[in-house]
């Protein structure tokens, strides 16, 4: 179950969630008419509404004069019943019980772990994500890069995609793609090598396992990271959904990385979204006589994406110069206050000076191993622990040592 | 023999080949030094007094005071010594003799074949320019590129380097290179398959064959395009005159392209010239796992050069925009009052609507058939003439067929 919303009770926090969960099985991900609803009226009156064919009259106004400008018609009577044609034959409760059952949850905006930087999506930010997955959501995506490219990888592409990733999540980047074969896969493949939780986006329900040749992929990155979905339990993906998911890597990440990309491909998409987001964009040349490395070219050429060539390079774009030196120096980048409470139990788990391994501080700790790995992929994200040869300690600021109990202001 | 000066005589202009011939013995190719006394003093009078010891005491005094600045020291009888005693050992008239008797010849600032581009060389340009082969210089790099690159080179980049430069020279762009082996061999070797002239700018005398294994490809060039050297006839290549020879192939062209570079290239160097001379810059890509492409991407990251992968591309570059949509409708880019008297005969001799072959050509204009080819490379990268499966014709313009008469107004 979601944590609280903070300000709220328990109990308006689940009519939030039930409410959202309604509305995503109502509306295709990414409806901004239904993200204009949600944000005039809040998501549990926009579904009371809904459910009473009853739209604010000021809001079908705005409506029909903003289809007047954009030359289409709106049908307000028509909408409400395409919506709630969709809400007959699906049953939130349903959805958070068995997304619940089966490992998920839900997040929505006011979570703690929902990650604020999808507030540039505007109206058309997701109503809610579905994660599976040890990770936490925020965390994870605080400090990470999309690395996202072609299905039909060439073996160079795959290759730099896995070692990139790799050095990216050794570093303490998180790699952020969207879980189909070729670069994407490879992207996952390569985080998982490293110590940084990897997240992937896709464009079914976060419980389907799309391509099926990605099942054990999507097991381990549900290990150590996590599987998000705007779209409910079950739903099956679509080429629109593919594209409104690209959205939301270029909005979860700092930046993205195009690795190979024809001149048409969907890569190419979400690097518009990065650029669109004001996100930093990176593209990896290759051979031109591939033309797979075309579009990536193409960015560079048209200055749309710097030229990268290793993981530092992209760190150098993504980084913020002062976060960056603070985290070199062990600064941790996230206040104490705002960890979890496991990930608190993990970090006073950590030593300070000889590494410990996983098992070592779970048991330490009192949690279990998965959240151990996912607390320290965190914590690592955020500047608090790296990673030694016998494990994990605590990252030492230049000139003092950093002390888990100092900064533990709140 | 050079073509007469404007505004000299024939014995004026003999005097100045001879003592640039002289001066080009005595100093190594580059030196400002001598770069300033000719300047101030003009050739034949900075020879004289050299001759005599006597340079012009304010010359010395600026020379003290600048060496001062640099904090170097300046001994102008050491140098004078340094010069004269070159000088023993040479015979500007025996060069002379000898450079026209094995086909080549030495131009000089003023000549008509003189590229005037190499005045943005200011006192670094140099004195002269031995040339061996049959196109004209100046036609030759008007619309011209340099392309440069690693010796050791990879499959893929030679591969590249010859596309591009094959593509260059189709489309009436001159390919200015280096002589040596890997990149700089494949961008000729591309050049000769087209119909434009290809440079070669050696840092060894225009008749020493370095390396020798281009002895086959040198004597390509020579036939249809130019060997060129500052260096007097003999002379052998060194380190220095590789890294002074690089500024002619960037100055001589309208822009240089980097096909493979590592990071400590001397086709970086180049590469530095160009952007200095204020010419343009163009990188090629490759696989970031390439160690050959590493300076490219650093060029390309830098915001220094543009990235390219087409000929297209770089001729979007160098191409000058109402110049190209000249070209491409069949109007010519210099005037034909400025053509040699063998060139209009050869441009006389060119077909209006079906092809002609070169040795019709040159019958027809009554010419030898080396001079019809390089007649017919100059003219085509001036936009007179084209190629056509059955051999050249003249350029079309848009609306009226062009007729050489019509614009011979000079």
Redesign the interface.
């Known amino acids: 179950m979601p944590s609280a919303a903070p300000g709220g009770g328990k109990s308006s926090h689940r009519r939030e969630a039930v409410a959202r969960a309604a509305l995503m099985r109502m509306c295709e991900a990414g409806d901004q008419v239904m993200g204009r609803l949600v944000e005039a009226q809040g998501a549990v009156d926009a579904f009371d509404r809904i459910r009473l064919h009853e739209l604010p009259s000021e809001f079908v106004d705005e409506e029909m004069a903003r289809a007047r400008k954009q030359r289409r018609t709106f049908d307000a009577a028509k909408l409400i019943s395409a919506w709630t044609n969709r809400l007959d034959s699906a049953d939130p409760l349903t959805d958070l019980r068995i997304g619940e059952e089966q490992g998920g949850r839900l997040v929505v905006p006011g979570d703690v772990e929902w990650p604020t930087q999808l507030d540039d999506l505007e109206t058309g930010q997701p109503l809610g994500l579905w994660l599976h997955g040890s990770a936490d959501l925020r965390f994870s995506c605080l400090r990470s890069v999309g690395v996202v490219g072609a299905r039909a990888a060439t073996p ?1 592409g795959t ?2 995609a896995t070692e990139i990733a790799a050095g990216l999540s050794s570093a303490g980047w998180g790699v952020v793609s969207g879980g189909a074969y070729g670069i994407d896969g490879a992207a996952h493949r390569g985080a998982l090598a490293g110590a940084t939780p990897t997240v992937a986006v896709l464009a079914c329900g976060a419980d389907v396992c799309y391509p099926s040749g990605h099942q054990d992929l999507f097991a381990a990155i549900r290990k150590s990271g996590l599987i998000v979905s705007e779209c409910p339990p079950g739903v099956r993906p679509t080429r629109a959904r593919f594209l409104v998911r690209n959205r939301l890597i270029a909005a979860l990440s700092r930046g993205t990385l195009v690795v190979e990309a024809a001149l048409r491909s969907g890569a190419l998409n979400t690097a518009a979204h990065a650029l669109a987001l004001k996100r930093h964009l990176g593209a ?6 591939s033309l797979n ?2 579009g990536c ?1 193409r960015l ?2 048209d ?1 749309k994406a ?5 993981c530092e ?1 992209m760190i150098d774009l993504v980084g913020v110069l002062g976060e960056e030196a603070a985290v070199e120096q062990g600064g941790p980048v996230v206040p104490h206050d705002v960890l979890s409470p496991n990930t608190r139990l993990v970090l006073d788990a950590v030593p300070a000076r000889r590494g410990a391994g996983p098992a070592t501080i779970a048991t330490t700790a009192g949690v279990d191993l998965p959240t151990a790995l996912s607390s320290l992929g965190s914590l690592a994200a955020a500047g608090y622990v790296e990673r030694v040869p016998q494990g994990w300690r605590l990252r030492h600021t230049r000139n003092t040592r950093h002390s888990p109990s100092s900064s533990a202001s709140g």
């Not at 990896?284 to 006589?289: D, L, N, S």
């Not at 710097?306 to 290793?310: A, G």
Request: aromatic share 4%.
């Open positions: 160079y290759h730099v990896v040349p290759g051979p031109i006589t490395s075309a070219h560079i050429r200055a710097t030229c990268v060539t290793s390079e």
